[in-house]
């Protein structure tokens, strides 16, 4: 099992980013997907997460009207989109996936991608 993702980079503030997260070796249709971000010397919390089909989804307050989760289960894939980006929101991102739904914390995801990059400039 592998979580791919990418998407990550510098970016000003007010600027966007979307994060792309591919799973190979499982049925990706089958799982939860949540997003993760852990900055330096902080916990790593809860983006966002969405459900096996798409139609539910979960978002930390710091994040909600901004970022947007989504997946593609014909591409095995979830993004993150990420608009009015604010230098607070620069971690490392990571995705993950998990049988249940819904789970905020870390412990209740199996498999975890290597995490990319997010830098907000001021």
């Known amino acids: 099992v592998q979580l791919q993702a990418c998407g990550g980079g510098l970016v000003q503030a007010g600027g966007s980013l979307r994060l792309s997260c591919v799973l190979s070796g499982r049925t990706f249709s089958s799982y939860s997907m949540g997003w993760f971000r852990q900055a330096p010397g902080k916990e790593r919390d809860i983006v966002a997460a969405i459900n096996y089909s798409g139609g539910s989804t979960r978002y930390a307050d710091s994040v909600k009207g901004r970022f947007t989760i989504s997946r593609d289960n014909g591409k095995n894939t979830v993004y993150l989109q990420m608009n009015s980006l604010k230098p607070e929101d620069t971690a490392v991102y990571y995705c993950?996936?998990?049988?249940?739904?819904?789970?905020?914390?870390?412990?209740?995801?199996?498999?975890w991608g290597q995490g990319t990059q997010v830098t907000v400039s001021s």
């Open positions: 993950a996936s998990s049988r249940r739904w819904y789970v905020p914390s870390p412990g209740g995801y199996d498999y």
